[in-house]
Structures are given as C-alpha cells and as structure tokens.
C-alpha cells in the first residue's frame, strides 16, 4: 500500500534530485481533493524523461527493483518494494507547446499542456498533480474498476466534472 507518508516522502526525493514531478491516478485524485479518499495499491507519477534514471537509482538505492508488467516499455513501467509499496512511472518529453510526449513521438501519444496544471496536496504538503479535467478523461476507454467510479464520484462532486454516465 502506499500511505500519504510514503507519497510525500517520494516526491520530495524526486524534487531534491532537481526534477519535476506530478501525481496522477488515486493519488492525483486525492491531492486535488486535498484528502485521501480510499486506500491506494501504488502511486502513479508523471516523470520528465530526463529524470528518469536518477529517480530509477533512488529508487533503487531504497529497496526497489523494476516490477513485472504486460504493457512495461521505456515510458510505462513499475518500481516496487518487496511486499510493499509500487511506483508506477508515466514517462514524457515536453514539445514546444509544453504538451507531454508520452513515448516515441511517431505513436502520437501525449498529455496535453492543461493535464498539468493540477494543484493539490497531501498531508497538507502542496503537490503538483494531473488536472481534474484530465483526470476524468484518463478514465475513458478502458474497463472502469470500482476505485475508478469511486474516484470519478468524487471528481464530480468536488469539481462538477463528468465524463459520461458510467460516474
């Protein structure tokens, strides 16, 4: 599990190696809603590819090891602590227009330059996160598991922002 101690701690580790960093999935949803809502399984991040390898030896450096997954690839992928917590890394490259390049440009694959302006908290410790709106859109397209309605409830609620009924 990922408590609000561990979040915290990781992204002041990151800000110290100079690099900057936003929170997405449970955990961007919960610092925009400035309160931990649900239990989380990980954390998900959205990492400047050129920080990649410095947060990857930190990482290492306590405890982690790269985790087994079926859509691992350079900009998608899963550190974990034996029996503990998980980082799911979402790797991009800013393009001119400060949109996030999410792997080899040719996929046209990316985060739009509004996803990250996303600002919330966590254990009242201020965080960038994704965006409520690009939360609610990074929910469409694949099969809703129950922290997903949960986390749409709640977006809804607090920001009026729906994707479709399926909130």
């Not at 979040?7 to 931990?36: F, H, P, S, T, Y």
């Not at 306590?62 to 691992?72: I, K, L, S």
């Not at 979402?90 to 996303?118: K, L």
Request: hydrophobic residues 40%; aromatic residues 10%.
């Amino acid at each position: 599990m990922a408590s609000a101690k561990f979040v915290k701690d990781l992204l002041e580790d990151i800000r110290q190696l100079g690099c900057r960093v936003w929170l997405d999935g449970g955990w961007g949803v919960d610092a925009l809603l400035r309160q931990q809502t649900r239990a989380h399984g990980d954390v998900d991040i959205v990492l400047e590819a050129r920080c990649v390898g410095r947060v990857c030896d930190r990482l290492r450096s306590n405890g982690f090891a790269p985790a087994p997954t079926v859509d691992a690839c350079d900009w998608n992928f899963v550190f974990a602590r034996e029996h503990s917590e998980r980082v799911d890394f979402h790797v991009v490259t800013f393009d001119a227009t400060g949109r996030g390049i999410y792997g080899p440009p040719e996929n046209g694959a990316f985060y739009p330059a509004d996803a990250f302006t996303g600002q919330g908290s966590v254990g009242g410790v201020p965080v960038a996160c994704m965006s409520a709106t690009f939360q609610v859109a990074n929910r469409v397209g694949y099969p809703l598991r129950p922290q997903d309605y949960h986390d749409l409830r709640a977006l809804r609620s607090a920001f009026g922002i729906c994707a479709d009924a399926r909130g």
